[in-house]
């Protein structure tokens, strides 16, 4: 069973902090990984992907990615109120026909509110 | 326009009838995606496309789900004899269809199907 699992949260951090999102998965064979921001109602947004180990940066947000234990984060800098919504962790579990990246498989999210 | 768009952006139904679902991806993208989102999930994978093909149609949940994109643009998602489970948002995205793990995909804002 191919999984990946996110904490639901909420989390909640002050307006200024780092906000720290973790996703575990769960096939050794995964490939990329995606960030998605979600606001209520709204579809998923990219923030970023990453798919070698270490540390990618792009403004405020630094993907990790650690592929030995499994586990991607999200750092959040300086996190603003308009940051709040549900962040998707979504994976690429290979090229099944040798062209785009099939399918991805999502986590449930974790919600983030961050407080003035 | 520039980005991925569906309709209807709401569509309520009864029990036992058929719906259609349609997606009109961004310009020149080959690839072509559909998922459901159901309240507090992330989404779920139906079926993908790569030109007019279906590369992998293995999220498809049973046979009464069908989806067909003729010319390798506009593709719409069938639901037979639709049932009250078969509730949820259904999100298309599209993406250039290069190969790599960068092959991002962008979403359109959803149709939020409602089975009475």
Same mark, same amino acid.
């Given at each position: 069973q191919k999984e990946v699992e996110q904490n639901s949260g909420p989390l909640s951090v002050p307006e200024g902090a780092i906000a720290s999102l973790n996703c575990t998965y769960?096939?050794?064979?995964?490939?990329s990984f995606f960030w998605y921001r979600q606001y209520s109602g709204k579809s998923p947004e990219l923030i970023m992907f990453i798919y070698s180990n270490g540390d990618k940066e792009d403004g405020r947000f630094t993907a990790q990615l650690n592929k030995a234990s499994q586990y991607v984060s999200l750092l959040i800098r300086d996190?603003?109120?308009?940051?709040?919504a549900t962040y998707l962790c979504a994976v690429n579990m290979g090229f099944k026909y040798g062209g785009s990246q099939g399918n991805l498989i999502f986590g449930k999210g974790t919600k983030l509110s961050v407080k003035p | 326009g520039a980005g991925v768009s569906q309709t209807p952006s709401n569509k309520v139904t009864e029990k036992g009838k058929y719906v259609e679902l349609r997606c009109d991806p961004i310009s020149g993208h080959t690839a072509l995606y559909w998922y459901r989102q159901s309240l507090g999930q992330g989404p779920e994978f139906l079926i993908y496309f790569q030109g007019t093909g279906a #590369?992998?149609?293995? =999220?498809?949940?049973?046979?009464r789900f069908f989806a067909v994109r003729p010319e390798g643009s506009v593709s719409t998602l069938k639901i037979q &004899? +639709?049932? &009250? =489970?078969?509730s949820a948002v259904y999100l298309c995205a599209s993406s250039s =269809?290069? #190969?790599?793990? +960068?092959?991002t995909q962008y979403f359109g804002p959803g149709t939020r199907l409602t089975v009475l």
């Open positions: 769960s096939d050794r064979g995964s490939q996190s603003q109120p308009s940051d709040s | #590369a992998d149609d293995s =999220g498809l949940p049973n046979d &004899r +639709t049932e &009250r =489970g078969d =269809g290069l #190969a790599g793990g +960068t092959d």
